[in-house]
């Protein structure tokens, strides 16, 4: 199992940017499908993005066009650029890795995926 670690979280005002980052380590990560979901108190975990150990590329619609996913195979490490965040945007924010040979899940289900990151606090104020 591959073993992830976040950070780059903290807090701007609404309209600001951040980019948080995940760093795996303990296996091959090119064989891991990599996700960031995020957890609003009161709320239920939910998918940002995902991409594929070829680097293809999904958003869940509520964050479309203002996040942009990314991986480097070479340092093994998963980015996600967060733009003009919203309050609604405020969260712990989770890198999740899932093996990619044999995936047959739903690529936005927590349940798809088995490792996890500590999470990292976003807040975003108005």
């Known amino acids: 199992q591959v073993q992830l670690v976040d950070s780059g979280g903290g807090s701007v005002q609404a309209g600001g940017s951040l980019r948080l980052s995940c760093a795996a380590s303990?296996?091959?990560?090119?064989?891991?499908?990599m996700a960031w979901f995020r957890q609003a108190p009161g709320k239920e975990r939910e998918a940002v993005a995902i991409i594929t150990p070829y680097a293809t590329q999904q958003y869940t619609p509520s964050m479309k066009g203002r996040v942009t996913i990314s991986r480097d195979n070479a340092r093994n490490t998963l980015d996600l650029q967060m733009n003009s965040l919203k309050p609604e945007d405020t969260a712990m924010y989770y890198c999740?890795?899932?093996?990619?040979?044999?995936?047959?899940?739903?690529?936005?289900?927590?349940?798809?995926?088995?490792?996890w990151g500590q999470g990292t606090q976003v807040t975003v104020s108005s």
């Open positions: 999740a890795a899932a093996p990619w040979r044999g995936f047959g899940g739903s690529l936005f289900a927590q349940s798809s995926y088995t490792s």
């Open positions: 303990g296996d091959t990560y090119t064989d891991y499908l």
